[in-house]
């Protein structure tokens, strides 16, 4: 039971981080306001790159799957994606009719918080605006883990709160998996236990301002060493993610849909502990890099 608070307790501090970057995230929406089209989807590419960086990250530390009987697991998730520095400029063209027209490296939205400003005719200029200088970008789940049926577990996935803030509004997450054990049609001798398996997810962020869809589907393997577990995994990632705003230049209503991006992403990790409590680590190569670490407290 102590051990459960903790986690829980645990949980806690790290939805309260994500609350506090909640509203770091919905500024984003008043530096988008000065682009349209491809200026705006370039503005935001890594963080949409980001996001389907850490969705389709942490969500197994094990290919165990017990063939039968009730297991458990209570998990608290951490992923974070580090930035290249090509992420930090994109080429932004001058809009609005802007004369001459021209083409600039700008920030991004991960970039410096600098704008940069150009010289047209007559006196007039153009102002790209700042991005937010970050290196990385993380965000903590929640996740429980049910099993097993045939050698079938279910993976969930679920958070949603109201900030209380009118212009940022709902902010949630929902994941819907399942991992199935192919360790029980091998030999018992197999060096390795093997499993398959897939995650969905959606994140939205305010009624329509962010809304992202991840999925991906693939292989793990693991070997138990008693007190470590190293593990690895195979798998190829889709992600989607769409914007709705309003723009400064159009003064109308803008939605842009960043490029679906696919990827094969491979994971190396490592998990440390014996039941109940068992703590991990990995890194995960894709279009994306990101590393993960959990918690978890379970049977």
């Known amino acids: 039971m102590r051990i459960l608070t903790r986690l829980i307790i645990a949980i806690g501090f790290a939805t309260l981080a994500l609350l506090m970057a909640v509203p770091a995230i919905a500024q984003i929406e008043d530096q988008l306001s000065a682009y349209t089209g491809a200026n705006a989807e370039g503005y935001l590419q890594p963080l949409s790159d980001a996001f389907g960086a850490n969705l389709n990250s942490g969500w197994y530390h094990s290919a165990y799957i017990p063939v039968d009987g009730f297991h458990w697991s209570f998990e608290l998730r951490v992923m974070g994606a580090i930035f290249s520095d090509d992420a930090a400029t994109f080429s932004a063209t001058t809009e609005g009719g802007f004369s001459p027209e021209q083409t600039v490296d700008a920030p991004t939205v991960v970039g410096s918080g600098d704008a940069v400003t150009v010289d047209g005719d007559s006196g007039t200029e153009f102002t790209f605006p700042g991005g937010f200088d970050l290196n990385s970008f993380a965000m903590a789940v929640p996740q429980i883990k049910l099993g097993s049926y045939k050698g079938t577990e279910a993976v969930i996935r679920y958070f949603a709160i109201d900030v209380g803030d009118v212009e940022i509004g ?67 990632d889709m992600f989607s993610m769409s914007v709705a705003y309003e723009s400064d230049e159009s003064g109308e209503a803008e939605e842009i849909n960043l490029d679906a991006a696919s990827s094969v992403h491979l994971c190396l990790g490592c998990a440390i502990g014996i039941a109940p409590v068992i703590a991990n680590v990995e890194y995960n190569i894709a279009a994306q890099s990101s590393f993960a670490f959990g918690l978890a407290v379970g049977f």
């Open 170 to 236: 709902n902010v949630s997450l929902l994941g819907l998996g399942a991992r199935h054990s192919i360790s029980q049609y091998l030999d018992p001798e197999f060096p390795v236990d093997l499993a398959g398996g897939f995650m969905w997810q959606k994140f939205t962020l305010g009624d329509d301002f962010i809304e992202a869809n991840a999925f991906t589907i693939g292989v793990q393997a693991s070997r138990n060493y008693g007190w470590i577990e190293p593990y690895a995994g195979l798998s190829y």
